[in-house]
Nanobody, 113 residues
């Protein structure tokens, strides 16, 4: 079956960094645009970052521009989200997403002192 599995979340202090990973099974990410979404408490899913299948173009939510970087390693079939200068408002469950094959189960990121 086709699956996306996120990892790398956790508790981090404001200003800290985390790198999230999304490992795909059952399909090759090299053929699809991939996304990171997040959902904060009481909020709708928010598109955080997108990377094209070729890895040649990325897009970010205004709230994370300059702080987050989406990347991927096709040989590992894995998408990453490098999160720097984290703020408390970044606290959310982060989801890897493919338009065709759907969502992972999410990984919790909590930014707090």
């Amino acid at each position: 079956q086709r699956h996306l599995v996120e990892s790398g979340g956790g508790l981090v202090q404001p200003g800290g960094s985390l790198r999230l990973s999304c490992s795909a099974s059952g399909f090759r990410i090299e053929y699809y645009a991939m996304n990171w979404y997040r959902q904060a408490p009481g909020k709708e899913h928010e598109l955080v970052a997108t990377i094209t299948s070729g890895g040649d173009s990325t897009n970010y939510a205004d709230s994370v521009k300059g702080r987050f970087t989406i990347s991927k390693d096709d040989s590992k079939n894995t998408v990453y989200l490098q999160m720097n200068s984290l703020k408390p408002e970044d606290t959310a469950v982060y989801y890897c997403h493919c338009t065709i094959y759907g969502w992972g189960q999410g990984t919790q990121v909590t930014v707090s002192s």
